[in-house]
């Protein structure tokens, strides 16, 4: 099968067989036909399976089908690197079909966002906060908007994100498309999308919540006052092409930056303090291998599209399963194979079993000569996992 066996706008499939894109994969070969319907979707892949080109293609050629003013199809996405990047591929798409974009998201100025969006931009890529600002000022018009479409659908409606989809909604038709993709999308995000969307279909691609085989995992019990210590003897051993490590706070991040750049590493970092050409930069960087590690909050963790990515560190455990899916899977993409390392201390032992139970099984250990005993749900080797007597557990939820 390949794009020129579905109904779709031909310069696009034309666009993309100059690109040598001419067989779509399974979340494309599942979700094009059904957008072309009309109906609502919940579309469920692992990170990097093309879910981008999945909503765009079909929507494109919707509206091409059907001319109207204005914008006719808003996509919603978590963080400004993923609106760039959505961007990215929407935007040769529209080319093709003469059609207009408009790239909406905060820490840059509002005229070129007003500008594009009153004039009708066909297709807007947005932010919600941002995006909430310019309906504020009457700046977009989606009277005639076909199709609302949510990226990263499960970040989009947990309780971050939630209030301000809800708003942006109230201004959009009733008769309207609705799609939702994502990696992951656990039943309380379902029970939330059901009061936005009428009578969706769903498809799921591959395993729901799982890393893909081609990621090793490995744990690294450690007491938090040697966390430093120990991430400057993982990366000289194993010596990364390039790695991307995760915190939860931007003042740990800086901390780790600053203690990398001063042990030679090339490091940049990324967070939400960062301004918006900061953070593109060190993503640039990065992706042409200037920088070798990319220090980041989780607002590098959920699709980005950066490849040959070797090692993925959690220098913090992220608090739940999904994070930690989103994070370890920026390795290991475009068929190639990837380590992901994981710091956890004793007070973090339920995060750790959220994943673990998430995953069917323990994450491998490395242990060393002062590594901390850390709880598990699972015992190494297969063996029974104790529950035991109840622990105390230190571990705080940090907004």
Not at 60 to 86: A, H, S
Not at 206 to 213: E, F, L
Not at 340 to 346: D, G, K
């Amino acid at each position: 099968m390949t794009f020129s066996d579905f109904d779709l706008h031909e310069p696009c499939v034309k666009a993309l067989a100059e690109q040598s894109i001419i067989t779509p994969t399974p979340v494309q070969s599942e979700a094009i036909p059904m957008v072309l319907t009309g109906k609502d979707l919940i579309a469920v892949a692992q990170t990097g399976t093309g879910k981008t080109l999945a909503f765009t293609l079909p929507s494109v050629k919707r509206i091409v089908d059907n001319p109207r003013k204005g914008t006719r199809i808003l996509i919603l996405v978590p963080t400004r690197e993923l609106c760039v990047q959505v961007h990215r591929v929407v935007e040769g798409m529209a080319d093709a079909a003469n059609l207009t974009t408009a790239l909406i998201y905060g820490g840059v100025g509002y005229e070129k966002q007003t500008k594009a969006l009153r004039k009708g931009a066909h297709i807007a890529i947005a932010t919600p906060g941002r995006l909430l600002d310019h309906i504020d000022q009457n700046n977009a018009n989606f009277k005639n908007l076909s199709a609302l479409i949510l990226d990263e659908a499960d970040r989009m409606l947990d309780m971050g994100f939630f209030p301000d989809v809800k708003d942006i909604i109230t201004h959009l038709p009733k008769d309207r498309q609705t799609l939702m993709f994502s990696a992951t999308f656990q039943d309380a995000v379902a029970r939330l999308a059901s009061n936005m969307m009428h009578n969706p279909e769903k498809i799921v691609i591959g395993t729901i919540a799982k890393p893909v085989d081609a990621v090793t995992q490995k744990l690294y019990p450690v007491l938090p006052e040697r966390k430093l210590r120990l991430i400057d003897e993982i990366l000289s051993e194993a010596q990364p092409e390039s790695c991307m490590i995760f915190l939860r706070t931007k003042v740990r991040t800086e901390q780790l930056t600053e203690m990398l750049k001063n042990k030679g590493w090339k490091v940049a970092q990324i967070h939400g303090d960062r301004s918006q050409g900061q953070r593109q930069q060190a993503l640039d960087g990065f992706r042409t291998g200037k920088y070798r590690i990319l220090v980041a909050t989780d607002v590098a963790a959920r699709g980005i599209d950066i490849d040959g990515v070797s090692h993925v560190i959690n220098y913090d455990i992220p608090d739940n399963p999904d994070d930690y899916i989103h994070r370890i899977g920026r390795t290991a993409r475009a068929n190639t194979t990837g380590d992901a390392y994981t710091l956890v201390s004793p007070g973090e032992f339920q995060a750790l079993g959220a994943i673990e139970r998430t995953l069917g099984h323990a994450i491998p250990r490395e242990e060393r000569p002062d590594s901390p005993r850390v709880i598990s749900v699972f015992k190494p080797e297969g063996k029974k996992g104790t529950r035991g007597r109840r622990v105390r557990s230190m571990h705080r939820r940090r907004r």
